[in-house]
């Protein structure tokens, strides 16, 4: 029902609504959802130091190899393999963030985080010991 009385763009109101109006609607912010993508992300953080802290040990005890091994290129692989991670690390925490603020699902991107630093460590690790028996 229009009041006949326009409006200064030109449009009438209707009782009780204010016209080219839409309700903006609201996503619901899953409480589970938070408190999961922040301990994953706790968790990634942490897989991340841990396996800082023992690349740092794995080259410590590189160095006192015997003759055939290669330790520059244990050293260089460790330090390229935590360097990507961390960057992994940085962007999969960055993601989570926006996501929440954007009250998206985030837990899979926490959860993704975890996966490829755990991943990428072991890979790190295992291509390290590789390069350390070849000649």
Sequence with gaps: ???????????????????QTVAKQVRQRAIWDVALSIALLVVSNGSFLIGAIFAMVG???????SA??????VAGILFATGAILAFVGLLGSILTIVALVRRRRAWW?????????AVGWIAGFLVSAAAMVTR
């Design 59 to 65: 080259v410590g005890f590189s160095q006192a190899c």
């Design 68 to 73: 055939g091994c290669n330790t520059g290129s």
């Design 109 to 117: 991107i926490a959860l993704t985080t975890v996966i490829v630093i």
């Design 1 to 19: 029902m229009t009041t006949g009385v326009p409006s200064a763009a030109g449009a009438q109101y209707t009782e009780g609504h204010v016209p």
